[in-house]
Structures are given as structure tokens and as C-alpha cells.
């Protein structure tokens, strides 16, 4: 439980350091190549800079699905700017955390993971309450599309590639599978750096440096949490406890201001939290 709480202390305070640095930053993608850089280099530091084992067993498995990995990382957040800009950001938010659906149901009929009725219940409680807390009118909103249930599934993707790792990738390599994704995460990143002929400046550098610590321990501590406790406890508690905190931290320091269905969507997430844990 301790690794769940401290993965979704990790990734509250990346939404947080993203929302400072909204009104400060231009190149975006030159943010996020920096934040992979570091990254990759916090994951080298752990795995003690031992990150060419081709004699260990399971290497060139870790390295596929690190590579995997970091190829939907990039990928997740491409599509997710393609969709705010057609479907609005509401939208786009909503499927993006909806991604969910796909590690659990991977649990479910892959891994042989059965919830209990409480767990099912908290799950369902869960998945409504991230619609609720963005039922609002989103101006960019165009419209359901493709391009929706695309981002639903290459988000979902990303985060079930822990729990792929979890089960078939040997433990002993963590630090390397976490190294292996962020490295690839940052040369495609990099590379569309080069092509749009971004210009990155102090804000970005300085902002994908303060990103990446929480960035690389929320990964780091998301799959710890799963080698202790069933996908369909770690996701959705994870999905809904950050955004518990996020918002909190919103209203708290930002003075955001919550409509009353928002306000009954945060008890929501609290009864699931409580229902998937128990």
C-alpha cells in the first residue's frame, strides 16, 4: 500500500508542476525531452549504470518492452495533444484517464485476476466519478471520435506495460526496463524536437528538470505497488487518488472553484478508494 500512496503522491505532483508551467512554457515537446533525460538518467543511477546484462536472463525481454514502453509513452502524449486540439480538452482528459479500462481488463483475462464484489463496485464508482469531475462545457469540444477510443487505448497501453513487465519481465531488471523506457521516450522525443525546429529556453529546461523527479518515481513506484497488490486494486486507485489531489491542490492553492457535482464526484472517489482497499 505504501508504494500506491507514494506513485500517487509522485504523480499528483507532476499535474501540479504542469500546471505552473503552463502560462511559461512554448515548446512543449522540448520540455518533455528534457524531463526524459533525467529520467533515463535516475533510472541508470539506480540500476548502477549496469545497463547492458545480454548474459542475464530475460535481458532482451526487459529491453523489448522498455522499448515498448517508451514508444507509447511518446506516442500517448502526441495523441493526446492531437485530440485536445479536436475534441477539446474535457474530452481528451476524460479517455485519457479512461485508459484504465485497458490494464484491468488485461488483468482480468489474461492474468487470471478476480476483484472482489467491493473491488468491482469501488471500480465502477471509480470510472463514473472521472466522468463526473469533467462534466463540464468544453468550447474546443467538436465531438466523439476514433481518435478518442485511440487515445483511450494507447493511454491504457502505456500503464498496462508495468503490469506486463510485472508478470512476465524478470524483477531483477526493473531499473533497467525503467532506464530502456525512458531512453526511447526521450530520443523519439528528441527527434520531433529536431523536426518542428523547437527552440527550448530556460523554462523549459528549467520545468523539465523539476517534472522528472516525480515523473520517474511515480513509474518507478507504480510498479513496485503492482509486485504487492492485484491491477484491479493498483489502477484505478491510482487514476482516481491523483486526481483527488490534484484537485484539492487546485482548489487549495490555485482557487479553482468546484460545481456541486464535481464536489459529490470527489466524495465518489473517496467511497472508491475506500471499496477497492478493502
Excluded at 505552473?20 to 541508470?44: E, F, H, P, R, T
Amino acid at each position: 500500500m505504501l508504494y500506491l500512496i507514494l506513485a500517487i503522491m509522485s504523480s499528483t505532483m507532476v499535474s501540479v508542476v504542469m500546471r505552473l508551467s503552463s502560462d511559461k512554457i512554448s515548446a512543449n515537446l522540448s520540455m518533455l525531452a528534457v524531463n526524459y533525460l533525467v529520467c533515463a538518467a535516475l533510472g541508470a543511477g539506480y540500476a548502477g549504470f549496469d545497463l547492458w546484462k545480454p548474459e542475464a536472463a530475460g535481458f532482451a525481454l526487459t529491453v523489448a518492452l522498455g522499448t515498448l514502453s517508451g514508444v507509447l509513452y511518446l506516442v500517448g502524449f502526441v495523441k493526446l495533444q492531437q485530440s485536445i486540439r479536436k475534441n477539446g480538452v474535457v474530452l481528451s482528459s476524460v479517455f485519457m484517464k479512461l485508459g484504465l479500462l485497458v490494464p484491468i481488463a488485461m488483468s482480468l483475462l489474461l492474468f487470471g485476476e478476480v476483484p472482489t464484489h467491493a473491488q468491482i463496485a469501488g471500480f465502477v464508482i471509480a470510472v463514473c466519478s472521472i466522468v463526473l469531475i469533467n462534466l463540464k462545457k468544453d468550447p474546443g469540444a467538436k465531438g466523439f471520435g476514433l481518435g478518442l477510443i485511440a487515445l483511450l487505448l494507447v493511454g491504457g497501453g502505456c500503464d498496462a506495460m508495468s503490469k506486463v513487465f510485472e508478470v512476465y519481465g524478470p524483477a531483477n531488471l526493473s531499473e533497467q526496463f525503467l532506464f530502456y523506457t525512458f531512453v526511447v521516450a526521450f530520443a523519439l522525443c528528441t527527434g520531433m524536437v529536431i523536426w518542428k525546429k523547437e527552440r527550448p529556453g530556460i523554462w523549459e529546461l528549467a520545468f523539465g528538470i523539476l517534472i522528472s523527479v516525480p515523473n520517474f518515481f511515480s513509474a518507478k513506484f507504480l510498479l513496485l505497488a503492482l509486485t504487492k497488490l492485484p491491477a484491479v486494486v493498483v489502477y484505478p486507485s491510482f487514476s482516481v487518488g491523483t486526481m483527488l489531489l490534484v484537485t484539492l491542490t487546485g482548489v487549495a492553492v490555485f482557487r479553482e472553484r468546484l460545481s456541486k457535482v464535481q464536489w459529490v464526484a470527489m466524495g465518489a472517489i473517496v467511497a472508491a478508494l475506500i471499496l477497492l482497499n478493502i
